[in-house]
Structures are given as structure tokens and as C-alpha cells.
């Protein structure tokens, strides 16, 4: 268990508003990533971030943003929804270390309407 | 650009008929090769690393093996409970660099 909470863990929300997800971790991992999962895509890198403050652009980071002001809260936003941003989204951490064993949430599912 | 294939997208067993995942993958410099099991409205959870062709790992009725063009995951004997989402990725040696995910494949046991 990496002590990982997402929140909300479920949103419907409508097309044009502004979402924020949060992840929340106990551990004080200096490592975290979003993804997005989705039917026929798999797990797909958002954003990440190697520590406060620093973070970069996964493969799929347009129309998100993140923010990582304390190690234990990674935060992702949808500055202005749109259906195709319905997903499944996941905050999960490596650790202290850029390995590739993730430890994930439990998962927030976005519906965009 | 890393690609990781994975087949069949489904499987269905029955309980204690022995079977196996494939894990196809292009990979500029592998540094490691990973599977994951994912249950239905669950994150993913952590099953194997594999960092080398001929390398092998055990866990339960799960064997990882890697060659060096793709990875197999050896259920032998399954139960039930094993059905689940299995997932492989691939990690590349540059730089900072992320995992590249397969679609995976959804795996039924039936009693």
C-alpha cells in the first residue's frame, strides 16, 4: 500500500468547467504520475512530477495541467472539460526512485457531459 | 517510438486449464519489462519486473519470462480468482524516461 487517495473517486460534470482532481499520498514519494485509462487505449502518462514544484509533460498532457506545491498532494485540472476528456484517471508513485514498479490509486472516473 | 502488444485481448479458461499471455514489444534500450494485474474498478497492482532475456519470475500460479522481442505470463492451473486485467509495460533506458503500456488482456477463469 503507498498510501495513496484520489478524490473525487467519481464526477459528472459538464463540457466548458473547470475539474481538479486530487491526489493525496502519506509516504512522502518523491515521484508521481497521472494516467488516463481508457477502452482500447490502456494506460496512457498525463503528467508527472519528481518533486515539488517539478513537473513535467507526459504523452497525452494537452487540455491538463498539474500543480504539486506540497510532496503529499499532486493536483490535476481540466481548465475547461470536454467529453473526450471522459476517463478513468490515475495518480500512482514509484517511490523515491524513477522505477517502474507503480503504485496506484484507486482511480477517479470523470464523466464529461 | 517504445510499442507494446499484447494478445489475446481476452482469454477464457476453465479452472485449472494451464494457458498463456503475450507481450509483444518495441523498445529503443530495454532497462525493464513489467506486468501488472488489474481488477475491475481497481488500480493496477504491481506483479513482476524482468530485466534481461532468460529471465524468469514466479509468483503463485503466475511465471514471467522474457525474451528479447516479447514476455510471456504462464498461468498454470487457474482459479477464479485469477480472473482479472493483465497488463504489461515496458521501461526504456534514456534519460528520464516513463512506461510504455499495453491494452492488456482481460482474463475470465471459470468454476
Known amino acids: 500500500d503507498a498510501g495513496i487517495t484520489q478524490s473525487p473517486r467519481h464526477k459528472v460534470t459538464e463540457t466548458g468547467t473547470p475539474v481538479t482532481l486530487r491526489c493525496h499520498q502519506t509516504?512522502?514519494?518523491?515521484?508521481m504520475y497521472w494516467y488516463r485509462q481508457d477502452p482500447g487505449h490502456g494506460l496512457r502518462l498525463i503528467h508527472y512530477?519528481?518533486?515539488?514544484?517539478?513537473?513535467d509533460k507526459g504523452e497525452v498532457s494537452d487540455g491538463y495541467s498539474v500543480s504539486r506545491s506540497k510532496t503529499e498532494d499532486f493536483l490535476l485540472t481540466l481548465e475547461s472539460a470536454t467529453s473526450s476528456q471522459t476517463s478513468v484517471y490515475f495518480c500512482?508513485?514509484?517511490?523515491?526512485?524513477?522505477?517502474?514498479?507503480?503504485?496506484f490509486g484507486e482511480g477517479s472516473r470523470l464523466t464529461v457531459l | 517510438e517504445d510499442q507494446v502488444t499484447q494478445s489475446p485481448e481476452a482469454l477464457r479458461l476453465q479452472e485449472g486449464e494451464s494457458s498463456s499471455l503475450n507481450c509483444s514489444y518495441t523498445?529503443?534500450?530495454?532497462?525493464?519489462l513489467f506486468w501488472y494485474r488489474q481488477d475491475p474498478g481497481k488500480g493496477p497492482e504491481f506483479l513482476f519486473t524482468?530485466?534481461?532475456a532468460g529471465e524468469e519470475k514466479e509468483k503463485e500460479r503466475l511465471k514471467a519470462t522474457l525474451t528479447k522481442k516479447e514476455s510471456f505470463l504462464h498461468i498454470t492451473a487457474p482459479k477464479p480468482e485469477d480472473s482479472a486485467t493483465y497488463l504489461c509495460?515496458?521501461?526504456?533506458?534514456?534519460?528520464?524516461?516513463?512506461?510504455?503500456f499495453g491494452k492488456g488482456t482481460m482474463l475470465l477463469v471459470s468454476p
Open positions: 523498445v529503443s534500450g530495454l532497462r525493464g
Open positions: 509495460a515496458v521501461h526504456r533506458h534514456s534519460g528520464y524516461s516513463t512506461l510504455t
Open positions: 500512482a508513485t514509484t517511490g523515491d526512485t524513477n522505477t517502474g514498479e507503480l503504485f
Open positions: 512530477s519528481y518533486g515539488v514544484k517539478d513537473t
Open positions: 524482468l530485466y534481461s
Open positions: 509516504e512522502n514519494h518523491r515521484y
